[in-house]
Every structure is written in C-alpha cells, then in structure tokens.
C-alpha cells in the first residue's frame, strides 16, 4: 500500500488494514457518525483535536503518525483534557510566544526528570501478578521527589502470552510527577506485538484496575498467561498487525490487572 500523506489517508489507510467500518469508527470513539463522515471526507477544515486523539486512539497508533506521519512518539502518554487544552492554547501564540513556551518547557522537563532512573535489582518470583501496592514517595539528593515501585520483567508483549510463574521482580526509583502519579507498578516487555508504538525493553507504567474501555491498553491475565493488548470488547488486540486478535471465548479464567498509563522516558 503506498504511503499516506495526509491525516485523513491515514486514517483511512489504518481503517482498511484493520477493516473497521465508519459505523464501528463512530462507536469506537464516541463520535457522531455524521461529524466522522464530514472529517474523513475532508469538508471539516478544522477538526476538534478531541476528535483526532479519539481517533487515534481507536485505531492504535500515535496522534503524532496521524498528524505528521511519524510513527514512533517515544514518550507516548495519553493526552488529557488539559494537555489537550495546552496543545489549542500553543496553536494560537505567535512565534515568540511558541519559541518562549518550548524554552520554559524544556527547563521544566529537566528539573521534573532529574538523573536517571535509579533501579534497584532484588530477584524473587512472582507466583502470579497481584495488585502490587504504591510505595512512599521520598526525596532524592537534588530534592527532586521520587519514589519507589516494583518492576515485573515480564515478555507480557510476547505473541503468545508467558506464564506467570517464571515473573521476576525488581525496584525501580521513578519521578513523583504529574505524569506518573498514577503508576502502581511498572512492566518491563519483549517481543514485537505492540509495535510502532511499544518496543523491546520499553517499561511501561501500570495503574491497578480490574477493568479498562474499549479501545484502552491493560495487561491481561488469560488463563494464567499475561499479556500486554488493547482491549477491543470480546478480543484482545495486537497493535502490529502481523498477530492475529484473541478471542476472549477461547479462555475460561479471564482477568484484567492493570491500565497502561504510559511509558517510561528514555535518555
């Protein structure tokens, strides 16, 4: 297939290779199917952002392909409202306006990342991965706040799934910031099921649920194998299209442990 240049054949390219109808894209996203026909048709000039990280969502891939054709968004975090409120905001500044938010943001993403991550290796097994708790916040020398959670090195990205008996633990120290608040434990995966998006040795950062939405990213218990797959209502979805879906009627022990929140930075 060749190569897309614009957003609305992106969409439309990702819409054919997963063969998702408008009626289905309508309800993946909330999206009224009369205001979807009008975007993809090109007559809405100026699309809401919500609408196009709905979008993107739905169809697994990063709102910066959409947008720009990039493949890989190597922080990858889920926009909120607020961030999405931030985006609208930038787009009306001027240049300086632009130039002098970027150089304030780019201090503050320093002094919130801080070094690099500490990990503190402590091998055990896991016999099955339960709701690990949030540990307590503390200070770091630079007076940074940091705390500690537990890092399951697990392949949950594998194709086929890898038993939970053979998890191995470890600690690791994040940044206690707005973007990891929510992290309950962390997930370190192998494999290329998740890609673009997710790679080999990416850690992903997991808030304790017992179930996520349509269309979300969460680690899955099947019958005592994990994985790490977008929930797609009675399948579990690959965001590499070389794998197949899972059925979700193939398994009688079917639970959901975490919601991916994100990944951790890479310096």
């Given amino acids: 297939m060749s190569q897309a240049t614009s957003y609305i054949e992106r969409i439309k390219q990702l819409k054919s290779e997963k063969k998702i109808t408008n009626d289905q894209l309508a309800d993946m996203t909330g999206i009224p199917l009369g205001t979807l026909s009008k975007i993809l048709a090109g007559i809405s000039d100026s699309p809401k952002l919500v609408n196009i990280v709905a979008i993107a969502q739905a169809l697994g891939c990063s709102l910066d392909y959409l947008i720009s054709g990039n493949p890989e968004n190597t922080n990858n975090y889920t926009l909120s409202s607020q961030e999405i409120r931030m985006v609208e905001s930038f787009r009306q500044l001027d240049a300086h306006g632009k130039e002098l938010t970027l150089m304030v943001l780019e201090k503050e993403k320093e002094r919130a990342l801080g070094g690099e991550t500490e990990v503190v290796t402590r091998p055990e097994r896991a016999r099955v991965l339960s709701q690990p708790s949030l540990r307590t916040p503390s200070v770091s020398a630079s007076g940074l706040g940091k705390r500690t959670i537990c890092l399951y090195d697990m392949p949950v990205s594998a194709g086929l799934g890898i038993d939970l008996s053979d998890v191995m633990e470890s600690e690791i120290r994040i940044p206690d910031n707005a973007k990891t608040q929510d992290a309950d434990y962390a997930l370190r995966i192998s494999g290329n099921s998740m890609e673009p ?71």
Avoid: T
């Fill in 197 to 267: 998006k997710f790679h080999e040795g990416d850690i992903l950062l997991i808030q304790n649920c017992e179930a996520v939405e349509v269309g979300e990213l969460g680690i899955f218990i099947l019958d005592g194998e994990g994985y790490f797959k977008k929930f797609d209502g009675d399948k579990l979805l690959s965001l590499n299209p070389i794998y197949a879906p899972i059925p979700l009627k193939d398994f009688s022990d079917i639970q959901c442990v975490g919601r991916v929140i994100g990944k951790m930075y890479r310096k």
